[in-house]
C-alpha cells in the first residue's frame, strides 16, 4: 500500500522544468529540490549563505545524479535577484519555475520588537517574494515563457498569530501577492498557487519557533488532529505536482498541508473534546436537554 512518506509522481515529471527555489539549502527547501531534481528538473538554490547554498548544491547533484546550482543571494535585495536570474538563464538557457521559501522567523511578544526586527523578517518574507516574483514576472512576459510561481505561506497567513506578527503580516501579503497575480498573470500563462504547512520539523523552525523549553511543557502531536507533524516528502510532493504540469489548471490557490491544525485550534468549541469523557457527556446532554425542556434519557 502506498505510503505518505513515498515519492508520488512518475518517473520524469518535471523534466522540462527548470526551477529556482530560494532558501533551496536547508529544511523544506532543500527537501523540494532534491524531489524535483530526482523528478528530471533542474534547480537553481539561492540564499544568503554561499558556503551553504554551494555546498547543498554540489549535496543534491550527487545524491540525485540531476543538475543543480548554488548561487549567494539575498531575495531582500532586488539586483541580487535579478543576477540570479540572469546566472541562471546563462546556466540552463532559460527559467520556468519560482518557488518563493526563503523565509525569516522567531517568536517573541510583539512589544519586545524592536522596529528593525520587525523589519527583518517582513523584507525576507515579503519583499524577498515580491522582488522574486516581479523580477522573474518581467522576463517571462517579456519572452513569452509559461512559468509557474509556488509560494510557501503558513496556516496563520489567514487567521494571523500572536507572537510571530512580523511572519503573519508577511505571509498574508504573499498569500494576497499570490491570488492578485495569479488573475492579473493568467494572461501570460502565468500560474501562481501557495502551500501553507502546518509544523515540518527543520532545524531553522525549531530553533526559532519550538525552544527545547517550550516542547518540554507541551506536545506539539496534541495539537494537530492527525497527531503527528509532518514529513517532508509528503510536502515535496505536493510542490511537485503544484510545479509540474499535472496542475495545469490550478492557479491562485493555496493549499494546507496541516493534519487539520488549524481549524482545530481556530475552532470555538475543540478543546472540550480532549477535556471530557464519554460519561460525562452523558451527563452533559441530561444537563443541556433538562434545561431546554426535553425529555432526560
Ligand atoms: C527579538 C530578535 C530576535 C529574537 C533577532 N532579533 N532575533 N529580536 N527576539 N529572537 C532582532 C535583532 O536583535 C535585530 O534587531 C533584528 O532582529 C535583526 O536581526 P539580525 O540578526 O541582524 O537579522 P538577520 O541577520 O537579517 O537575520 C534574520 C532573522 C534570523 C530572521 C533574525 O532568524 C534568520 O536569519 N532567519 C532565517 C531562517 C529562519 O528564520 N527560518 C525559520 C522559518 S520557519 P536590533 O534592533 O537589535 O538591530 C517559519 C515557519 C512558520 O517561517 C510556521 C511554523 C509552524
Ligand atoms: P529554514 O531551513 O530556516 O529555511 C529558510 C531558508 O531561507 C534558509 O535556507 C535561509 O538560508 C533562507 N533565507 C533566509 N533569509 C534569506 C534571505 N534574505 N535571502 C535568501 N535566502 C534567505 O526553514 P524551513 O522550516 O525549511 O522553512 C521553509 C519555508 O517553509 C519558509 O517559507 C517557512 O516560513 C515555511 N514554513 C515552514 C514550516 C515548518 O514547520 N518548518 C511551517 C510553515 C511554513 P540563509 O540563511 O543561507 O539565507
Given at each position: 500500500m502506498p505510503h505518505y512518506t513515498e515519492p508520488m509522481l512518475k518517473e520524469g515529471s518535471l523534466k522540462d522544468k527548470i526551477i529556482v527555489v530560494t532558501?533551496?539549502?536547508?529544511g523544506l527547501g532543500r527537501s523540494m529540490s532534491k524531489y524535483f531534481l530526482e523528478l528530471g528538473a533542474k534547480v537553481v538554490i539561492c540564499s544568503r549563505k554561499k558556503e551553504v547554498i554551494e555546498q547543498a548544491a554540489k549535496e543534491l547533484q550527487d545524491e540525485t545524479g540531476g543538475q543543480c546550482i548554488g548561487f549567494s543571494c539575498d531575495v531582500r535585495n532586488y539586483e541580487e535577484v535579478e543576477s540570479v536570474l540572469k546566472q541562471s538563464v546563462a546556466e540552463f538557457g532559460s527559467v520556468n519555475g519560482l518557488v518563493n521559501n526563503a523565509a525569516g522567523n522567531f517568536i517573541s511578544p510583539t512589544e519586545r520588537l524592536s522596529h528593525r526586527a520587525f523589519d527583518s523578517v517582513v523584507d525576507i518574507v515579503l519583499k524577498g517574494s515580491y522582488n522574486c516574483s516581479l523580477a522573474f514576472g518581467k522576463y517571462w512576459i517579456k519572452n513569452k515563457i509559461k512559468a509557474n510561481v509556488l509560494s510557501i505561506v503558513t496556516t496563520y497567513a489567514w487567521v494571523g498569530s500572536g507572537y510571530v506578527v512580523p511572519s503573519a503580516c508577511a505571509k498574508a501579503g504573499v498569500l494576497a501577492m499570490t491570488r492578485s497575480l495569479a488573475v492579473e498573470w493568467g494572461k501570460y500563462g502565468i500560474r501562481f498557487n501557495a502551500i501553507a504547512p502546518g509544523p515540518f520539523p527543520t532545524k531553522g523552525a525549531w530553533d526559532r519557533l519550538f525552544p527545547q523549553e517550550f516542547l518540554e511543557k507541551f506536545d506539539i502531536n496534541s495539537k494537530i488532529p492527525l497527531g503527528r507533524v509532518g514529513e517532508h516528502q509528503e510536502l515535496a510532493n505536493l510542490a511537485a505536482y503544484l510545479m509540474s504540469e499535472y496542475s495545469a489548471y490550478i492557479n491562485g490557490d493555496v493549499i494546507t498541508i496541516d493534519g487539520g491544525e488549524w481549524m482545530k485550534n481556530g475552532g470555538e468549541f475543540t478543546w472540550v473534546g480532549d477535556m471530557i469523557s464519554p460519561e460525562m457527556w452523558d451527563h452533559v446532554e441530561n444537563l443541556i436537554k433538562g434545561k431546554t425542556g426535553k425529555s432526560q434519557s
Open positions: 532558501g533551496g539549502g536547508t
